[in-house]
């Protein structure tokens, strides 16, 4: 199990109805990691259509998460 | 009667008063520019007029027409004298009767501003001492009235000084989109110096943009945005150069407008524009200054193609499809974010000009104004990129697919042999159900997400309450390569 602090933005604060959280999980990579928060909060953007940084740095989905990781989805924005 | 004329006979101010009497006007408003006995601290004798015609006539129309629209004047005549005149002669008259005097005055007002800045006249002076010369009306319109704009207070910064303000004189900056982040763009760009900016909208000023787009005025509801935001910065500082464009930004035209300045600035609202100013300034070589905002929060990223940086589609492969975030209603804006999120851009692009260190490169700024916080995500360029970003084809691949919509009666696309596809949310499912049998019902982030399993021989139809998220989900497939998708032109809305 990893503890990692996740940050929201945009769609996905307003789904998960907060700014940040830190959770235990058993999730070896940001993709398992999103899968498993889609479930909980009732995430509607596909992971297609997100970015994932972690530790303040754009990165693949498939990356192995660590204790302590910094995890941030983004979703894209267009407004102006 | 022409709304703008010019004549050779002297002008007769109360037969052109008269001409417009309105029974509806409660208000008349008339000027007269009149020749001066001096000019710079000569004394005149008298003067000549000459103009050139073909252009001014339709210009003075213009001139007319849009006080009129503006102010809601009821008529409005303009004339202007040609040939020799003596002092005290009247060289142009404007007369406007509107219902009350504030139209009037602030109609008046305009058309003799504009025709002074805008028609192709020329005077030559003849002074008493003998000398004579030409001098273009425009220029001396500008010349009589200094500009007093002092840029001392940036000056003084050590990074800047002469040397900088001169480079900002010299640059052009091009501003794609004059809405929430353009207005503040716009306006620290002007009050910086720089020395050309173009104005890149095709859209009109709708009482619903004023609370955030401090540029305009319920006056200007209606005009275009180009326009009226070109009106206003030349006003404020005379000194630099508007050009204003009032066009959409397209495929077709996107590199040749990008070109024409040192860097491009997006304040558009839609993914479509971003991805094509991202695309031409790669393309073309330019650093882009992007912005985005979402109610609270916003993100900054500055493509540096002329530097080998990352670029959009370093982090998007695909162009995201309008309507697929967030959904078909607004979702909301207070001021002050664009306006942040528009000063850090012009922040952005006088960092780039003069050279300052802390550039945002190869990163994308995401800023929580809730919060108060930040953070600098680094945003490295695509392992395949080598010369320029691989992922972009052409500018021409942001163009719409054509027929990606079917308008027919669900019952009978399901007879024609399409696969139906209900991806709304269960909830919206669960509300109105669909009542056809036969289809599938998969929501819209699975079925992208599931995008493989769709069977090649077969032709899938997508169907959403409005047609918009369908629309935007087949455009995104089709662009994964599924070439067998289709979208429910207007939704079950349209279905009856
Ligand atoms: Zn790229």
């Known amino acids: ?80 | 009667m022409n709304a703008f004329e010019f004549t050779h006979e002297p002008i007769e101010p109360a037969a052109l008063s008269a001409a417009l009497a309105d029974p509806a006007a409660g208000g008349f408003a008339a000027f007269e520019g009149r020749v001066r006995n001096q000019n710079d601290g000569r004394v005149v004798s008298r003067l000549e007029y000459e103009a050139f015609e073909e252009l001014a006539q339709g210009e003075g129309e213009r001139i007319v027409a849009e006080a009129l629209r503006r102010h809601g004047a009821l008529r409005a005549r303009c004339v202007h004298r040609l040939g020799a005149l003596a002092v005290g002669e009247v060289a142009v008259w404007v007369g406007v009767a509107a219902a009350h005097r504030a139209e009037a005055f602030a109609a008046c007002r305009q058309i003799i501003d504009e025709i002074k800045h805008r028609l192709p006249i020329w005077k030559k002076e003849h002074f008493a001492d003998g000398d004579s010369g030409w001098v273009n009306c425009t220029h001396c319109a500008e010349a009589a009235r200094v500009p007093d704009f002092d840029y001392s207070r940036q000056l003084v910064l050590p990074e800047i000084g002469t040397a900088g303000q001169q480079r900002l004189a010299q640059s052009t900056v091009i501003v794609i989109g004059a809405g929430g982040l353009g207005c503040a763009v716009l306006s620290g760009l002007a009050g910086a110096g720089i020395g050309t900016i173009v104005i890149v909208d095709d859209d009109v000023v709708d009482p619903a943009n004023l609370h955030r787009q401090p540029l305009y005025t319920p006056d200007d509801v209606g005009r275009q945005k180009a326009g009226a935001a070109a009106a206003r910065l030349a006003a404020y500082n005379p000194t630099i150069r508007l050009r204003p464009m009032p066009v959409r930004l397209t495929a077709a035209n996107a590199k040749e407008i990008v070109v024409l300045g040192d860097v491009v600035v997006d304040c558009s609202d839609n993914f479509a524009t971003k991805f094509l100013v991202n695309d031409a300034a790669v393309l073309s070589g330019r650093p882009a200054v992007l912005a985005s905002v979402y109610q609270y929060e916003g993100q900054l990223q500055v493509v540096r193609a002329d530097a080998r940086g990352s670029c959009l589609r370093c982090q998007w492969p695909e162009a995201t499809r309008d309507g697929l975030v967030g959904n078909c209603t607004e979702s909301g804006v207070l001021p002050p974010v664009p306006a942040v999120l528009g000063s850090l851009q012009a922040m952005e692009v006088l960092k780039l000009l003069l050279d300052l260190p802390g550039q945002l490169r190869d990163e994308v700024l995401l800023v929580d104004l809730l919060e108060l916080g930040q953070r600098r995500l680094s945003a490295p360029r695509a392992r395949e990129c080598n010369d320029r970003c691989a992922r972009i084809r052409s500018v021409d691949a942001a163009a719409p697919t054509p027929e990606l919509e079917i308008a027919l009666p669900l019952a009978e696309a399901a007879a024609q042999g399409y696969r139906i596809i209900d991806i709304r949310n269960p909830e919206e499912c669960a509300q109105s159900p669909l009542a056809l049998g036969g289809h599938e019902s998969i929501p819209l982030p699975r079925l992208l997400d599931a995008a493989s399993t769709l069977d090649p021989r077969l032709r899938y139809l997508l169907v959403c309450a409005h047609g918009i998220r369908s629309r935007a989900a087949a455009e995104q497939l089709r662009a994964g390569g599924s070439g067998n998708v289709w979208s429910l032109q207007g939704g079950l809305a349209r279905q009856g």
């Open chain 1, 1 to 80: 199990m990893a503890r990692v602090h996740l940050r929201y933005y945009a769609l996905l604060r307003e789904q998960a109805g907060r700014q940040a959280e830190t959770v235990e999980t058993a999730a070896q990579t940001p993709e398992a990691l999103y899968a498993e928060l889609a479930t909980r909060h009732g995430f509607r953007l596909a992971q297609s259509q997100l970015k994932v940084a972690v530790n303040a740095s754009f990165t693949d989905w498939t990356c192995a998460l660590a204790d302590g990781d910094e995890v941030v989805f983004i979703p894209p924005v267009a407004g102006g």
